[in-house]
């Protein structure tokens, strides 16, 4: 009985193994490469297996007839085969091809620094500007930790790359701001006008920047305002230097902001010295009011209204004066409305537009000199995006910006019209390698010129982790406003960009270098500011440099950090220089490095930033050579603390300068010698050593979220 059971058993499974059919065979790229863990599968069964690691793969099957084999690889595009199962060995080879995913894919660096997920060059966050110590809240003061800045400390604006603080512009949305710093006095820093929290991402375009975007010899900031807010909330700051108001109301498809500001320097002051005399205290009242409209599936409407009242008067240094101090006071009303709207038609259309109004009306009293200025500037804006395939995109648009400025100085106003026109392709050839090419085309009607701008930038991946790309782009704008007034027709000055970036991103660190040439031509020169007949547009000059940006999430625990650091030369044949020289906005070296450390014992966020800039130099007419004298090294060790005593409540304080280092800006001259020939001089000093900053940030909302979760 027990033989006859065995010879029952091994012929049923003699009767399985003749009905099993075994189909095996290889799968690689297209590169040759095996590759292993690929699923194998028949369609429409349960039977299949995975490739080994050499790319094999073997599995038997009962099935009969025409069956489809299936191979599925992430990254890799599905593939397919029709098979004939007849009871025979089937042996088949796959040829994968990568599957293109633009978010995957390379993307063009050189020049770029942006802030936010999207791109491999993210870098600061809106808290990562407030939380910078040094920064103060301020977008320009916390760029100004990035490599290929240089800091001008009794401007506070941004200099990009040699070239001047006009030579960078400012976009919200896509829209132009032409005032985007507060009011000043001479010789004293300025802030910028917004609040970094109404912003989700900040792209810093250091050259090379996209065919979009004219008038700017340098640089362009651009950023972008949230989108949708989904729960309602009141923000209240208690600050030393004044207080704010936000309250948030959120709907379905619709959610506004109101915010009132209301900052003092007075109280300030009276307990910190200063170095000047202050008739009136800086301070200024603004208001606020945003709009968010969801239309439709996909699209976003978005209405940005402020406006603002600033003041202050304070005694400046003036050698004509008869105790050498005359007053300036500036009385400065700015309204912005920004209206922009973003959807997309189809899965292959995004598109775009927006209007934008700017009102400026800067009240200034030099003494008895009245140098008030006005500007209106209306901004109309469309472009569209076509997706032609996966590996090509096409963006195009149009734009108009009409402008009317005012000087009390001069009799006559100044009206300009820029109409332009841009498109721009990105080409995939492959995941590895792209292409962007662009052109601008832009007409001024004051000065009856059209200018034709290319673009071109391009990126290649070296691995998954690092890559290089290259940018060059020719840039015109408008010489400064103040010299348009005496002859409304000057021409464009022009400026060309050479770019070449290397960047290896891997565990959370991140590491670019990135060299540059740029040179400039149809410069505005002089011999003297006001008198018209000496202008003429002869003028060159070039900057090159190395950048070098290393940001480190992970090494230390608990912490983050960069170090930044910018080699620059540039000269300057221009304005009333009587030969090339270094402009005194440049610095040859700058450093910086910026520490944050969590401590969750304390429930504090600490951090410290290190700046140092080489000597900048300076004219003094009582030597022979020009531009020959130089300025202190510019040195400057800053600390923030936030400490969270509730989930919603921070308490935020910082110091500037903790040393007190005796930084000073160069010095200003007589404009005429005294008996023995000699030009009187003054220094040009920082109104005070340190700045002190203490504040208290209240949430209140529905979310369980909290400032802890934002910060560490």
Not at 12 to 40: F, H, P, R
Not at 136 to 148: F, H, K
Request: charged share 20%.
């Amino acid at each position: 009985m027990k033989n006859l059971i065995l010879t029952l058993v091994t012929f049923l499974l003699c009767l399985s193994a003749n009905g099993q059919t075994t189909i095996s065979g290889m799968i690689k790229d297209d590169k040759g490469e095996a590759l292993s863990y690929a699923n194998v599968y028949l369609e429409n069964s349960f039977d299949g297996t995975s490739s080994n690691d050499d790319g094999s793969f073997s599995f038997t099957t009962s099935e009969k007839g025409k069956q489809t084999l299936v191979v599925d690889f992430l990254g890799f595009k599905q593939s397919k085969k029709e098979i004939n199962i007849n009871e025979k060995a089937i042996s088949v080879q796959f040829v994968m091809k990568e599957e293109f995913n633009r978010l995957k894919a390379v993307t063009v660096t050189a020049g770029t620094f942006e802030a936010g997920d999207k791109k491999k060059a993210a870098v600061l966050k809106p808290l990562d500007i407030v939380t910078t110590a040094g920064a103060m809240g301020d977008i320009g003061n916390a760029l100004q930790t990035l490599p290929g800045t240089t800091t001008v400390g009794e401007s506070g604006r941004l200099y990009v790359r040699g070239g001047s603080s006009e030579e960078t512009q400012t976009y919200i949305d896509g829209m132009h701001v032409p005032v985007a710093y507060t009011s000043g006095t001479p010789n004293n820093a300025v802030r910028g006008r917004f609040n970094p929290f109404l912003f989700k991402g900040t792209v810093f375009n250091t050259g090379g920047y996209s065919a979009e975007y004219g008038q700017a010899l340098s640089s362009v900031l651009l950023l972008s305002t949230k989108d949708f807010q989904v729960k309602d909330r009141l923000d209240i700051s208690l600050m030393s230097i004044g207080l704010s108001l936000a309250g948030t109301k959120v709907w379905n498809k619709t959610a506004v902001t109101a915010t009132l500001d209301y900052m003092n320097l007075d109280p300030y002051f009276k307990l910190a010295k200063q170095r000047v005399k202050i008739n009136e205290a800086w301070n200024s009242l603004s208001g606020a009011i945003s709009l968010r409209q969801k239309t439709g599936d996909t699209g976003m409407l978005k209405l940005y209204v402020t406006n603002n009242n600033s003041k202050t008067n304070l005694d400046v240094f003036d050698f004509e004066a008869n105790d050498n101090y005359t007053s300036y006071a500036t009385n400065n009303t700015n309204l912005f409305v920004n209206a922009s709207w973003k959807g997309s038609v189809g899965d292959k259309w995004i598109l775009r537009s927006g209007i934008s109004y700017t009102k400026d009306n800067n009240k200034i009293a030099y003494g008895e000199i009245d140098l008030s200025n006005q500007l209106s500037e209306l901004h109309m804006k469309a472009n569209a995006s076509f997706f032609i395939q996966p590996k090509i995109s096409l963006k195009f648009g149009a734009e108009q910006i009409r402008r009317e400025l005012g000087q009390e100085i001069f009799t006559n106003d100044l009206t300009d019209t820029q109409s332009s026109s841009f498109a721009e392709t990105n080409i995939y050839l492959s995941k590895k390698f792209v292409l962007r090419l662009g052109a601008r085309l832009e007409y001024i009607d004051r000065i009856d010129e059209l200018s034709f701008s290319p673009r071109f930038s391009s990126a290649y991946m070296l691995n998954e982790n690092s890559q290089i790309s290259f940018a060059y782009g020719k840039y015109f704008q408008n010489p400064n406003d103040r010299f348009a007034f005496l002859t409304p027709n000057l021409q464009l000055e022009q400026a060309n960009h050479f770019i070449l970036n290397y960047q290896v991103e891997k565990n959370k660190r991140l590491l670019r270098a990135e060299v540059y040439y740029k040179n400039y031509d149809n410069l505005l020169q002089y011999e003297h500011a006001f008198n018209p007949s000496t202008f003429q547009q002869n003028g060159d000059g070039y900057a090159t440099g190395l950048d070098i940006f290393y940001r480190d999430l992970k090494t230390i625990k608990n912490s983050k950090f960069w170090i930044s650091y910018s080699y620059l030369l540039s000269e300057r044949n221009y304005q009333d220089f009587p030969e090339k020289s270094t402009p005194n906005f440049v610095a040859k070296h700058h450093v910086s490095l910026v520490y944050k450390y969590w401590l969750s014992q304390l429930r504090s966020y600490i951090g410290a930033t290190i700046t140092y800039s080489s000597p900048r130099v300076y004219n003094n007419p009582n030597l022979n050579t020009f531009n020959s004298e130089k300025t202190k090294h510019y040195k400057s060790v800053n600390l923030s603390w936030s400490y969270l005593p509730y989930p919603k409540v921070v308490v935020f304080s910082a110091v500037t300068n903790v040393f007190g280092f005796k930084n000073s800006y160069g010095y200003q001259y007589s404009q005429s010698p005294d008996n023995n020939g000699n030009y009187a001089s003054h220094e040009i000093l920082p109104t005070s050593d340190r700045f002190f900053f203490i504040g208290c940030f209240i949430t209140l909302s529905k979310t369980d979220a909290n400032q802890i979760d934002q910060l560490n």
